[in-house]
């Protein structure tokens, strides 16, 4: 369902292969005779934001999942920067570069927002269980824990409590946690799921800020977050793909509209 070329502005520029950073090939899983994901042919071209989007039902999170090996697939395979991950264990492909945000970016209220950021960069740094240390030795990575928290606007809740953050303000937080692990890849599921419209724009720019050098490929429910900021968007169905482009193609194909909305021609509308 993907181009040979890439759409670029008003032309069109062919897309080689080394630009494509995450491809999966026939990949499909069965539960007990439910076919949840089938035959997806899916490739995430480097430095876009690729949104995922479709119905409730539509295997979205299963596809997530066997993406970041919580779930082996039936059939085909995963291949992240030309190589073949379908056999990695979750905490292999984390350290290849591909992290998913609710998934490593726990935020834990009894801790500060700078405590929950240096607490990611122990993780990567294989420190995490170094309890016997003396907190001192954990000052230099204040420097980058400030640095990230500037990166998602929480330099000036450093020293709260996790606890005390609104919402949308501790979502910023997970991303922040996410990005102290470096990720060459971002999956986020649903980034403004529960938001209110001010935390919404907040989290879609930030999201649009923190996408300059890396490449997210997120699910996202809210049809105006995914119209200002993918660059390409992949339509799911029941677990197979029925529609894959620009937002101005995939929101006129019939079979997405009908998807979406239960009539040929009714149009899908943000919400």
């Known amino acids: 369902m993907v181009d ?36 997806v042919d899916l490739a995430v071209q480097r430095g876009h934001i690729h949104a995922l989007i479709g119905p409730n039902g539509a295997g979205k999170t299963t596809f997530f999942n066997l993406l970041t090996k919580f779930l082996v697939p039936s059939a085909g395979s995963i291949h992240y920067k030309g190589v073949d991950i379908t056999q990695e264990k979750p905490a292999q492909t984390a350290r290849m570069g591909i992290v998913r945000s609710f998934q490593i970016s726990a935020v834990f ?9 240096r607490g990611a960069l ?72 529960g938001m209110g419209h001010e ?6 720019a930030l999201i649009k800020r923190l996408s300059v050098g890396r490449t997210i490929l997120m699910v996202e429910h809210n049809m105006n977050v995914v119209a200002s900021i993918a660059d390409r968007i992949t ?10 482009g620009t937002y101005a193609q995939v929101s006129a ?10 009539a040929p021609d009714a149009a899908l509308q943000g919400s």
């Open 199 to 204: 935390d919404v724009s907040r989290v879609t």
């Open 122 to 193: 122990q993780r990567r740094l294989g420190n995490s269980f170094h309890f016997w240390k003396g907190e001192r030795t954990l000052l230099p990575l204040h420097e980058r824990a400030r640095e990230l928290l500037a990166e998602v606007d929480l330099l000036d809740f450093a020293d709260e409590l996790t606890a005390s953050l609104p919402y949308g303000r501790k979502r910023a937080l997970e991303l922040a946690t996410t990005m102290a692990l470096e990720p060459e890849l971002m999956l986020l599921d649903e980034p403004t799921q």
């Open 4 to 39: 040979d070329c890439a759409e670029q502005g008003e032309g069109r520029v062919m897309a080689i292969p080394d630009s494509f950073i995450l491809e999966t090939k026939g990949l499909s899983k069965q539960f007990k005779g439910f076919v949840a994901v089938s035959n």
């Open 109 to 117: 209220s009894h801790m500060t927002v700078l405590e929950n950021v």
């Open 253 to 262: 194909d019939p079979l997405v509209i009908e998807a979406y909305m239960g």
């Open 235 to 244: 339509v799911l169905q029941r677990g197979v793909i029925i529609a894959d």
